[in-house]
């Protein structure tokens, strides 16, 4: 397994990514792709399509990466399948401080649901598990729960598969079990019902 600094272009909506070597991943002749590129190459900027929780990478040919059966990656695939697919993990990190349009994510005196508009943050732990998915606790106990109301609790006794999406320089999305994005509401609650990323779904972090 290869790490690399996930950097995102938000004026272009494109990603590069750094390896341990400082050189850029980038797309080179015979449609294969090597971390041997420049940051100013426009070979090494990717577009990204997210799908629960990992991605599919563009190259600049319009064509997606992928992998073959000896471990080249290459861009050759018109359209992203299976093969296409990326997982995608923060790096040594054991937990997030969460702040949104209105402030901070955590709990309240008087509120039983999580809210968005705090001067101070809860410490969210970080479970990672299979295939891009994470698990969410506060105060280290039980894990994040969803309402019928699509507000969330921090008392569940079940994980529920929360997934990732890095939107920018610092800047998350998180797509809840119900296939909605984490949103904050203007009155204060967290609420997973937003069926895209908007300014109100996305977290510094």
């Known amino acids: 397994m290869s790490t690399f600094h996930f950097k995102v272009n938000p004026d272009s909506q494109t990603v590069q990514l750094k390896g341990i070597n400082h050189r850029y991943l980038a797309q080179r002749i015979c449609k294969s792709v090597v971390a041997d590129g420049c940051c100013r190459e426009p070979e090494t900027c990717f577009h990204v399509l997210w799908h629960c929780g990992k991605i599919f990478l563009r190259a600049i040919s319009g064509c997606y990466l992928g992998t073959l059966p000896m471990g080249l990656v290459v861009a050759r695939a018109a359209h992203p399948g299976p093969g296409e697919e990326f997982e ?12 949104g349009r209105y402030g901070y994510i955590g709990s309240a005196p008087g509120h039983e649901v999580l809210q968005c508009n705090l001067l101070e943050p809860d410490c969210i732990d970080l479970l990672p598990c299979k295939h891009g998915v994470y698990h969410l606790q506060t105060h280290g106990k039980s894990f994040w729960s969803l309402t019928s109301e699509k507000t969330l609790k921090t008392w ?19 797509l ?4 909605c994005y984490l949103r904050g509401d203007r009155e204060g609650a967290l609420k997973a019902d937003s069926p895209e990323v908007t300014g109100e779904s996305l977290w510094e972090f």
């Open 156 to 174: 569940g006794k079940v994980a529920l598969n929360f997934c990732l999406e890095i939107r920018g320089n610092n800047l998350l999305a998180i």
């Open 88 to 99: 995608l993990r923060l790096a040594n990190r054991s937990f997030l401080l969460l702040r």
């Open 176 to 179: 809840a079990p119900n296939g």
